[in-house]
């Protein structure tokens, strides 16, 4: 199995909405992204978590907060977003991270986020 | 800081033929990772090859193959015997070797179109 998966595939939300993006890998991966991706532009990361910790954070708007339950689950926790954010969020996953080899990150679906 | 230049916005080449697609990055580092990810309409980033800096061979995968010139800092994606299917936005990606360091670096991509 070399799937990420994320849900929703579309969100529309207002800027008042609390709603969460969820990513989920079952390859053993060990660290995973989220990437904001405007439209015909490359990604740009977010976040990193490493063994379940955070361990880079972009200078992320606190209306962006993520979370890491397990090896295998991700979320983004979103609120009080700007038309601005509206953008396809990319979760990736990558194995063994921090043990000097740059191991290829598998990418998800996308969520297409619309904030109205 | 680590940047990644992609000079062709967009090209096209006829199908069967083949294609080489630019990328060029700046480092101090001497320990990195290179990578080429296409991403189609269907939005999902795929991964297509990978370099090690170290390493002085050029990787290939099937159709795909690489020109790596470390001392110039260029890294192309050459396309041998195009097909519909290859028809996605390309992105060229660059990682650092450092312990821990896991953040990708995109170029800005180049739409590749294939022309029956």
């Known amino acids: 199995d070399t799937e990420v998966t994320q849900t929703p595939k579309h969100l529309v939300m207002g800027m008042t909405n609390k709603k969460s993006l969820k990513c989920e890998q079952h390859m053993g991966h060990r660290a995973m992204y989220w990437y904001k991706q405007k439209a015909k532009k490359p990604p740009e990361l977010m976040f990193v978590y490493s063994y379940e910790k955070l361990s880079i954070n972009e200078s992320v708007p606190s209306r962006f907060s993520p979370e890491c339950p397990n090896s295998s689950l991700l979320n983004l926790h979103l609120h009080a977003l700007q038309p601005e954010d509206s953008a396809l969020y990319l979760c990736?996953?990558?194995?063994?991270?921090?043990?000097?080899?740059?191991?290829?990150?598998?990418f998800g679906p996308g969520t297409r986020l619309t904030v109205t | 800081a680590q940047t990644v230049t992609q000079s062709q916005p967009e090209m096209s080449v006829q199908e069967a033929e083949t294609v080489t697609l630019s990328c060029t990055y700046d480092t101090s580092e001497s320990d990195y990772y290179l990578f080429w990810y296409k991403q189609p309409p269907s939005r999902q980033m795929i991964l297509v090859i990978r370099q090690e800096a170290y390493k002085q061979q050029n990787a290939t995968e099937n159709r795909f193959s690489v020109n790596f010139q470390k001392a110039a800092k260029s890294f192309s994606l050459k396309i041998s015997d195009s097909q519909l299917g290859d028809a996605a936005m390309y992105f060229c990606a660059y990682r650092s070797g450092a312990f821990g360091n896991e953040k990708l670096t995109f170029g800005t991509g180049t739409r590749l179109t294939i022309i029956p």
């Open positions: 990736a996953s990558s194995q063994n991270p921090g043990q000097g080899v740059a191991y290829e990150q598998y």
